[in-house]
């Protein structure tokens, strides 16, 4: 099978430089061909509404839990998004190498790779879920933040990484060029950003935009996400919640039936009700509120 060689990734590193987390070419598990971590997002966005599968072709029960719990997070912050598991061929391929770092394939570009194939690797984990939120997010199209204004110290760039195997045109793939074209971005850098990388502050000229490790989604993360999928909404169904309540009893007659649903697909209908609900929550609570003020008149 012809793989094309400058299939679109972008890795994550734990903390600068990781010479196999971020190298700007690294070995496909599958393949001899080399795997390019040059970013380009630009028309890469998924479909609004399209549902977004995943699955693990290896890995233990504990790692594909803290991936689930990475992923309820997103689901948390991001109820428009459809993005569930499933134990037959999926849209994200997720393996556990730790020898290739953490990368994945970049918003549609998933769907190019042949399907006994991985677009995601997960090479290491950490309690915060960091890790599996950041190269989720790049599965999702968010790209480096990055790439939106670190005033690069150019020389002592190169010399810092010429020390882990990196050559000048590396660097510049990688760190330095910027194609307004090629990047769907703002204007200003988001700090607080997940997609941030903890960039040494020696690698600037101003000492800034840099020396951040950030472990959790920001504000302006979460804001593009759900710009990127927007909840849907049928008011033809339902004006108030009270209209709303015979429908959603003719559909859930039973805990059993609620518990069919994921916790962020709970949360929306406890939304819609009134009810106060949180991820944290145990699932089967949340279940039992929403059937009593189902059932209340």
Same mark, same amino acid.
């Given at each position: @099978?012809?793989?094309?060689?400058?299939?679109?990734?972008?890795?994550?590193?734990?903390?600068?430089?990781?010479?196999?987390?971020?190298?700007?070419?690294?070995?496909?598990?599958?393949?001899?061909?080399?795997?390019?971590?040059?970013?380009?997002?630009? =028309?890469?966005?998924?479909?609004?509404?399209?549902?977004?599968?995943?699955?693990?072709?290896?890995?233990?029960?504990?790692?594909?839990?803290?991936?689930?719990?990475?992923?309820?997070?997103?689901?948390?912050?991001?109820?428009?998004?459809?993005?569930?598991?499933?134990?037959?061929?999926?849209?994200?391929?997720?393996?556990?190498?730790?020898?290739? =770092?953490?990368?994945?394939?970049? =918003?549609?570009?998933?769907?190019?790779?042949?399907?006994?194939?991985?677009? @995601?690797?997960?090479?290491?984990?950490?309690?915060?879920?960091?890790?599996?939120?950041?190269?989720?997010?790049?599965?999702?199209?968010?790209?480096?933040?990055?790439?939106?204004?670190?005033?690069?110290?150019?020389?002592?760039?190169?010399?810092?990484?010429?020390?882990?195997?990196?050559?000048?045109?590396?660097?510049?793939?990688?760190?330095?060029?910027?194609?307004?074209?090629?990047?769907?971005?703002?204007?200003?850098?988001?700090?607080?950003?997940? @997609?941030?990388?903890?960039?040494?502050?020696?690698?600037?000229?101003?000492?800034?935009?840099?020396?951040?490790?950030?472990?959790?989604?920001?504000?302006?993360?979460?804001?593009?996400?759900?710009? @990127?999928?927007?909840?849907?909404?049928?008011?033809?169904?339902?004006?108030?919640?009270?209209?709303?309540?015979?429908?959603?009893?003719?559909?859930?007659?039973?805990?059993?039936?609620?518990?069919?649903?994921?916790?962020?697909?709970?949360?929306?209908?406890?939304?819609?009700?009134?009810?106060?609900?949180?991820?944290?929550?145990?699932?089967?609570?949340?279940?039992?509120?929403?059937?009593?003020?189902?059932?209340?008149?």
């Amino acid at each position: @099978m012809n793989i094309d060689k400058r299939r679109v990734v972008q890795a994550t590193s734990n903390h600068l430089p990781y010479k196999y987390h971020i190298k700007r070419e690294i070995e496909a598990p599958e393949h001899n061909s080399k795997v390019s971590l040059f970013i380009n997002v630009a =028309g890469k966005y998924h479909k609004k509404r399209e549902r977004l599968t995943f699955s693990f072709l290896d890995g233990t029960q504990s790692q594909h839990e803290h991936v689930r719990a990475g992923v309820d997070k997103i689901l948390a912050a991001v109820p428009g998004l459809d993005l569930v598991e499933d134990d037959k061929q999926t849209d994200i391929r997720i393996r556990f190498n730790p020898r290739l =770092g953490a990368w994945s394939y970049v =918003g549609t570009d998933i769907f190019k790779v042949p399907p006994e194939e991985p677009t @995601m690797n997960l090479g290491w984990l950490e309690p915060t879920h960091r890790v599996v939120v950041h190269e989720f997010l790049h599965a999702l199209n968010m790209s480096h933040e990055h790439l939106r204004g670190v005033n690069w110290d150019v020389e002592k760039t190169y010399a810092y990484f010429s020390r882990f195997g990196w050559s000048e045109e590396d660097v510049n793939h990688n760190l330095l060029d910027f194609n307004d074209q090629d990047h769907d971005v703002s204007n200003e850098i988001d700090l607080k950003s997940i @997609m941030l990388y903890p960039i040494p502050c020696e690698l600037t000229k101003d000492g800034l935009n840099c020396g951040r490790s950030n472990t959790k989604m920001s504000d302006l993360d979460i804001k593009r996400l759900n710009e @990127m999928f927007p909840i849907a909404k049928n008011t033809e169904i339902a004006e108030t919640v009270e209209d709303a309540k015979p429908f959603l009893k003719k559909l859930f007659k039973s805990k059993k039936t609620l518990l069919k649903l994921r916790e962020v697909e709970l949360i929306l209908i406890a939304d819609e009700l009134g009810i106060s609900a949180k991820v944290e929550d145990l699932k089967s609570d949340t279940a039992d509120k929403i059937l009593k003020t189902l059932k209340s008149n």
